[in-house]
Protein backbone atom coordinates (compact mmCIF):
# COMPACT_ATOMS: atom_id res chain seq x y z
CA UNK A 1 0.00 0.00 0.00
CA UNK A 2 1.55 3.50 -1.02
CA UNK A 3 2.28 5.60 2.26
CA UNK A 4 0.09 8.55 2.16
CA UNK A 5 1.90 12.16 4.06
CA UNK A 6 0.11 15.12 5.46
CA UNK A 7 0.73 18.65 3.98
CA UNK A 8 2.86 19.74 6.74
CA UNK A 9 5.67 16.52 6.18
CA UNK A 10 5.25 17.05 2.61
CA UNK A 11 5.99 20.82 2.95
CA UNK A 12 9.38 19.39 5.06
CA UNK A 13 10.26 17.19 2.19
CA UNK A 14 10.01 19.32 -0.12
CA UNK A 15 11.80 22.43 1.66
CA UNK A 16 8.77 24.67 0.76
CA UNK A 17 6.07 26.32 3.20
CA UNK A 18 2.92 24.48 3.60
CA UNK A 19 0.96 27.36 1.32
CA UNK A 20 3.55 26.95 -1.10
CA UNK A 21 1.91 23.50 -1.81
CA UNK A 22 -1.77 25.02 -1.33
CA UNK A 23 -0.61 27.55 -4.41
CA UNK A 24 1.22 24.81 -6.38
CA UNK A 25 -2.33 22.71 -6.42
CA UNK A 26 -4.26 25.49 -6.81
CA UNK A 27 -2.20 26.37 -10.36
CA UNK A 28 -2.00 23.11 -11.29
CA UNK A 29 2.30 23.34 -10.48
CA UNK A 30 2.21 19.85 -8.44
CA UNK A 31 -1.38 18.60 -7.24
CA UNK A 32 -2.42 16.68 -4.00
CA UNK A 33 -4.81 14.13 -3.66
CA UNK A 34 -8.29 14.62 -1.01
CA UNK A 35 -9.30 12.09 1.26
CA UNK A 36 -13.28 11.59 1.39
CA UNK A 37 -13.00 14.36 4.27
CA UNK A 38 -11.32 17.01 1.48
CA UNK A 39 -8.11 16.90 3.42
CA UNK A 40 -4.76 17.25 1.15
CA UNK A 41 -2.24 14.51 1.08
CA UNK A 42 0.65 13.26 -1.05
CA UNK A 43 1.83 9.79 -1.84
CA UNK A 44 5.45 9.56 -0.38
CA UNK A 45 7.08 7.90 -3.38
CA UNK A 46 5.88 10.88 -5.80
CA UNK A 47 7.41 13.30 -3.13
CA UNK A 48 10.31 11.96 -3.18
CA UNK A 49 10.84 11.79 -7.00
CA UNK A 50 9.73 15.36 -7.50
CA UNK A 51 12.24 16.47 -4.43
CA UNK A 52 14.65 14.82 -6.61
CA UNK A 53 16.70 16.98 -9.11
CA UNK A 54 17.02 14.62 -12.32
CA UNK A 55 18.54 17.13 -14.16
CA UNK A 56 21.64 17.49 -11.37
CA UNK A 57 21.59 13.71 -11.32
CA UNK A 58 22.08 12.99 -14.75
CA UNK A 59 24.90 15.63 -15.37
CA UNK A 60 26.55 14.03 -12.13
CA UNK A 61 26.55 10.82 -13.74
CA UNK A 62 27.84 12.47 -17.64
CA UNK A 63 30.54 13.93 -16.09
CA UNK A 64 32.23 11.91 -13.21
CA UNK A 65 35.46 9.76 -13.29
CA UNK A 66 33.17 6.98 -11.96
CA UNK A 67 29.76 7.28 -12.92
CA UNK A 68 27.51 6.83 -9.38
CA UNK A 69 25.00 4.40 -9.29
CA UNK A 70 21.64 5.05 -10.13
CA UNK A 71 18.76 3.91 -9.42
CA UNK A 72 16.56 1.26 -11.94
CA UNK A 73 14.31 3.60 -12.61
CA UNK A 74 16.17 5.83 -14.48
CA UNK A 75 19.26 3.43 -16.29
CA UNK A 76 18.29 1.56 -19.77
CA UNK A 77 21.36 -0.46 -20.15
CA UNK A 78 19.72 -2.36 -23.66
CA UNK A 79 18.04 -0.35 -26.37
CA UNK A 80 14.51 -2.48 -25.42
CA UNK A 81 14.09 -0.92 -22.19
CA UNK A 82 14.89 2.27 -23.42
CA UNK A 83 12.13 2.09 -25.83
CA UNK A 84 8.96 0.70 -23.53
CA UNK A 85 10.25 3.37 -21.14
CA UNK A 86 9.89 6.01 -23.89
CA UNK A 87 6.64 4.52 -25.00
CA UNK A 88 5.85 4.96 -21.54
CA UNK A 89 6.77 8.09 -20.80
CA UNK A 90 4.50 9.20 -24.00
CA UNK A 91 1.42 7.31 -22.21
CA UNK A 92 2.27 9.08 -18.98
CA UNK A 93 2.21 12.56 -20.86
CA UNK A 94 -1.29 11.56 -22.24
CA UNK A 95 -2.69 10.93 -19.11
CA UNK A 96 -1.08 13.33 -17.01
CA UNK A 97 -3.38 16.59 -15.73
CA UNK A 98 -0.84 18.97 -17.40
CA UNK A 99 -2.57 19.15 -20.52
CA UNK A 100 -0.42 17.74 -23.04
CA UNK A 101 -2.15 17.37 -26.90
CA UNK A 102 -1.95 13.94 -28.10
CA UNK A 103 0.18 15.47 -31.06
CA UNK A 104 2.62 17.33 -28.40
CA UNK A 105 3.19 14.09 -26.33
CA UNK A 106 4.15 12.24 -29.49
CA UNK A 107 6.39 15.27 -30.32
CA UNK A 108 8.45 14.84 -27.38
CA UNK A 109 7.92 11.43 -27.10
CA UNK A 110 10.26 11.43 -31.12
CA UNK A 111 12.63 13.79 -29.63
CA UNK A 112 13.52 11.84 -26.44
CA UNK A 113 13.65 8.88 -28.27
CA UNK A 114 15.73 9.91 -31.24
CA UNK A 115 18.57 11.30 -28.50
CA UNK A 116 18.55 7.87 -27.02
CA UNK A 117 18.76 5.80 -30.36
CA UNK A 118 21.27 8.24 -31.01
CA UNK A 119 23.41 7.04 -27.42
CA UNK A 120 22.99 3.27 -28.38
CA UNK A 121 23.19 3.64 -32.35
CA UNK A 122 26.59 4.87 -32.47
CA UNK A 123 27.80 3.43 -29.56
CA UNK A 124 27.46 0.24 -30.94
CA UNK A 125 30.65 -2.03 -30.01
CA UNK A 126 32.64 0.65 -28.86
CA UNK A 127 31.07 1.83 -25.41
CA UNK A 128 34.57 3.32 -23.70
CA UNK A 129 32.79 3.47 -20.11
CA UNK A 130 29.40 2.30 -19.33
CA UNK A 131 26.85 1.00 -21.71
CA UNK A 132 23.52 2.52 -21.59
CA UNK A 133 21.11 5.68 -20.97
CA UNK A 134 20.58 7.72 -17.95
CA UNK A 135 16.71 8.84 -18.78
CA UNK A 136 14.58 9.85 -16.41
CA UNK A 137 11.40 12.75 -16.52
CA UNK A 138 9.54 14.32 -14.51
CA UNK A 139 6.09 15.74 -16.10
CA UNK A 140 5.22 17.93 -12.95
CA UNK A 141 8.30 19.72 -13.75
CA UNK A 142 7.79 19.47 -17.27
CA UNK A 143 11.41 18.03 -18.01
CA UNK A 144 12.94 14.80 -19.78
CA UNK A 145 16.90 14.18 -19.01
CA UNK A 146 19.20 12.41 -21.21
CA UNK A 147 22.86 10.95 -20.77
CA UNK A 148 25.03 8.78 -21.90
CA UNK A 149 29.15 8.17 -21.38
CA UNK A 150 29.87 7.03 -24.95
CA UNK A 151 31.91 8.28 -27.36
CA UNK A 152 30.05 11.95 -28.18
CA UNK A 153 29.08 13.35 -31.39
CA UNK A 154 32.63 14.58 -32.28
CA UNK A 155 34.09 11.06 -32.25
CA UNK A 156 31.37 9.87 -34.27
CA UNK A 157 31.32 12.25 -36.74
CA UNK A 158 35.35 11.79 -37.25
CA UNK A 159 34.45 8.31 -39.05
CA UNK A 160 32.83 9.97 -42.02
CA UNK A 161 34.40 13.33 -41.86
CA UNK A 162 38.02 13.54 -40.75
CA UNK A 163 38.09 17.34 -40.53
CA UNK A 164 35.85 17.87 -38.15
CA UNK A 165 38.54 19.08 -35.38
CA UNK A 166 35.83 20.33 -32.44
CA UNK A 167 33.14 19.89 -30.39
CA UNK A 168 31.41 22.59 -31.37
CA UNK A 169 31.92 22.26 -35.16
CA UNK A 170 30.95 18.58 -34.79
CA UNK A 171 27.54 19.66 -32.71
CA UNK A 172 26.76 21.93 -35.72
CA UNK A 173 27.31 19.26 -38.00
CA UNK A 174 24.78 16.90 -35.95
CA UNK A 175 22.23 19.29 -36.16
CA UNK A 176 22.07 20.98 -39.36
CA UNK A 177 23.59 19.26 -41.99
CA UNK A 178 23.09 15.48 -43.56
CA UNK A 179 26.45 13.74 -43.90
CA UNK A 180 26.72 11.41 -46.99
CA UNK A 181 27.34 8.24 -46.11
CA UNK A 182 27.33 8.83 -42.50
CA UNK A 183 25.96 5.50 -40.74
CA UNK A 184 23.88 4.78 -38.90
CA UNK A 185 21.94 7.96 -38.70
CA UNK A 186 17.95 6.96 -38.23
CA UNK A 187 16.64 8.51 -41.93
CA UNK A 188 19.18 10.41 -42.32
CA UNK A 189 17.64 12.99 -40.08
CA UNK A 190 18.66 11.89 -36.26
CA UNK A 191 19.45 15.50 -34.61
CA UNK A 192 18.43 17.58 -37.38
CA UNK A 193 14.66 16.85 -36.52
CA UNK A 194 15.29 17.49 -33.45
CA UNK A 195 15.89 20.78 -34.16
CA UNK A 196 13.49 21.66 -36.12
CA UNK A 197 10.51 19.93 -33.83
CA UNK A 198 12.26 21.92 -31.14
CA UNK A 199 11.98 25.44 -32.92
CA UNK A 200 8.49 24.81 -34.43
CA UNK A 201 7.15 23.51 -31.01
CA UNK A 202 8.52 26.22 -28.76
CA UNK A 203 10.59 23.24 -26.73
CA UNK A 204 13.25 23.97 -25.05
CA UNK A 205 16.45 21.96 -26.05
CA UNK A 206 20.21 22.22 -24.10
CA UNK A 207 22.63 19.32 -25.98
CA UNK A 208 25.92 19.02 -24.47
CA UNK A 209 29.02 17.06 -25.82
CA UNK A 210 32.82 17.06 -24.83
CA UNK A 211 33.34 21.15 -24.63
CA UNK A 212 30.23 21.38 -27.15
CA UNK A 213 26.94 22.81 -25.94
CA UNK A 214 23.64 23.39 -28.01
CA UNK A 215 20.80 25.72 -26.97
CA UNK A 216 17.23 25.86 -28.41
CA UNK A 217 15.00 28.57 -26.32
CA UNK A 218 11.86 27.81 -25.02
CA UNK A 219 10.43 30.88 -26.09
CA UNK A 220 10.87 31.97 -30.01
CA UNK A 221 14.59 31.90 -30.67
CA UNK A 222 17.16 29.93 -33.10
CA UNK A 223 19.73 27.77 -32.06
CA UNK A 224 23.10 28.62 -30.25
CA UNK A 225 26.10 26.67 -30.07
CA UNK A 226 28.98 27.79 -28.07
CA UNK A 227 31.80 26.15 -25.85
CA UNK A 228 30.59 24.79 -22.54
CA UNK A 229 32.21 25.30 -19.00
CA UNK A 230 32.72 21.71 -18.31
CA UNK A 231 33.10 18.29 -20.75
CA UNK A 232 30.58 16.02 -20.88
CA UNK A 233 32.30 12.65 -21.86
CA UNK A 234 29.03 11.69 -24.10
CA UNK A 235 26.03 13.50 -24.46
CA UNK A 236 23.70 15.08 -21.68
CA UNK A 237 20.36 16.47 -23.03
CA UNK A 238 17.45 18.07 -21.10
CA UNK A 239 14.45 18.77 -22.69
CA UNK A 240 12.05 21.66 -21.51
CA UNK A 241 8.29 21.71 -22.06
Known amino acids: MKKKVRISDAAKILKVSTQTLRNWDNSGKY ?15 ELKRYALDIQQLGFIWATSSMPPELPSEYFCERPDRFTSRSAKMGSELLNSPESVSID ?24 PDVQGVFFAYDIVKRIIVLADRGRGVKATLQHVCPAIHNDTVALHVAFTEIISGRYPEKR ?10 AEKERIGLSF ?18 AMADQNVRGTFAVIMF
Open 31 to 45: RSKRSKGGQRYYDLE
Open 104 to 127: FASLLTLIASEIGDNSFVHNIGNW
Open 188 to 197: GNGLKVVRKI
Open 208 to 225: HSGIGLVTIPKAPGSMHI
